[in-house]
Nanobody, 119 residues
Framework: QVQLVESGGGLVQAGGSLRLSCAAS??????MGWFRQAPGLNREFVAC????????YYSNSVKGRFTVSRDNAKNTVYLQMNSLKPEDTAVYYC??????????????WGQGTQVTVSS
């Protein structure tokens, strides 16, 4: 049974940093990424990384501040979040896909981890 287990969320002041981790149990995935959902808003794509070649994609709202990376040997994806802003406050979800994709066709989802940025 495939499980995605996230960790690393928490409360941080604006301008601070957090690092999220997501470990996939069971098998490897072609694309692993991150989405987020703030209260009252739709879930939105944040970043993703392909297994081969290291291709990454970012939403415009996090580009230059967040960095996605993977450890393929551990089936783990990370999201380093720097220069955090209050508008980054959301539940962050790890997602995995069996295809090369950006923000579509994700088959598996984690349970979510809360990130709160205080002003």
């Amino acid at each position: 049974q495939v499980q995605l287990v996230e960790s690393g969320g928490g409360l941080v002041q604006a301008g601070g940093s957090l690092r999220l981790s997501c470990a996939a149990s069971g098998r490897a995935f072609v694309t692993m990424g991150w989405f987020r959902q703030a209260p009252g808003l739709n879930r939105e794509f944040v970043a993703c990384m392909w297994r081969s070649g290291g291709t990454t994609y970012y939403s415009n709202s996090v580009k230059g501040r967040f960095t996605v990376s993977r450890d393929n040997a551990k089936n783990t994806v990370y999201l380093q979040m720097n220069s955090l802003k209050p508008e980054d406050t959301a539940v962050y979800y790890c997602a995995a896909s069996d295809t090369y994709t950006r923000d579509l066709h994700y088959n598996y989802w984690g349970q979510g981890t809360q990130v709160t940025v205080s002003s």
